[in-house]
């Protein structure tokens, strides 16, 4: 059984950078054709793929937050972390973290999500 | 970059009926990294449909994804009290993911 869970601050503050961790179980980030992304919701609106780790470490960002992100894994802890650097009060938004698996047949698509975890930016 | 459109922006519909749910590419896109997906209220989102028509694992077959190109419908042949919910369309190319603004289900 798939699980995601993030954790990470419920506020920050302006200028602060985010740092928002992913605790997965029942997959490893050492199997090939395996991934996890970053994705976004600010209250009310649509979704937003921030950036995806692949399990040889390849790494993809959205073009509009490039600079401002990086992610990460540990495959020790099961976990995949997102930092986002310069949180500005239109970040707010719930984070989630997805699981991607490509194999033979390849959809990208993300079958396994995390409940979310909401971080509001104010001062 | 491809944008996706989708629309109506709301359909406001009765259980029993069909819904049909619209999503417009800007460009011709690979049909097969297009993906729908369901979300209700303060839950993450589920995946529905991937390949453009294939139900995922436990989805009902009163789900159905169709098109090519541009064009791209998600149908629900007959409303269900559950079915009510946000849609989204999703699409994969040159190491990006998009989505589309939602189609919100609600009750007439």
């Known amino acids: 059984q798939i699980t995601l869970k993030e954790s990470g601050p419920t506020v920050v503050k302006p200028t602060q950078t985010l740092t928002l961790t992913c605790t997965f179980s029942?997959?490893?980030?050492?199997?090939?054709?395996?991934?996890v992304a970053w994705i976004r919701q600010p209250p009310g609106k649509a979704l937003e793929w921030l950036a995806l780790i692949h399990w040889d470490d390849d790494k993809r960002y959205s073009s509009s937050l490039r600079n401002r992100l990086t992610i990460t894994k540990d495959t020790s802890k099961n976990q995949v972390v997102l930092t986002m650097t310069n949180m500005d009060p239109v970040d707010t938004a719930t984070y989630y973290c997805?699981?991607?698996?490509?194999?033979?047949?390849?959809?990208?698509?993300?079958?396994?999500w995390g409940q979310g975890t909401l971080v509001t930016v104010s001062s | 970059e491809i944008v996706l459109t989708q629309s109506p922006g709301t359909l406001s519909l009765s259980p029993g009926e069909r819904a049909t749910l619209s999503c417009r590419a800007s460009q011709s896109v690979n049909s097969i990294y297009l993906t729908w997906y369901q979300q209700k209220p303060g839950q993450a989102p589920r995946l529905l449909i991937y390949d453009a028509s294939t139900r995922a694992t436990g989805i009902p077959d009163r789900f159905s994804g169709s098109g090519s190109g541009t064009d791209f419908t998600l149908t629900i042949s007959r409303l269900e009290p559950e079915d009510f919910a946000v849609y989204y369309c999703q699409h994969y190319d040159s190491s990006s993911w998009t989505f589309g603004q939602g189609t919100k289900v609600e009750i007439k």
């Open positions: 997805a699981h991607l698996y490509c194999g033979g047949d390849c959809y990208m698509d993300f079958d396994y």
């Open positions: 029942g997959f490893s980030l050492t199997t090939s054709g395996v991934a």
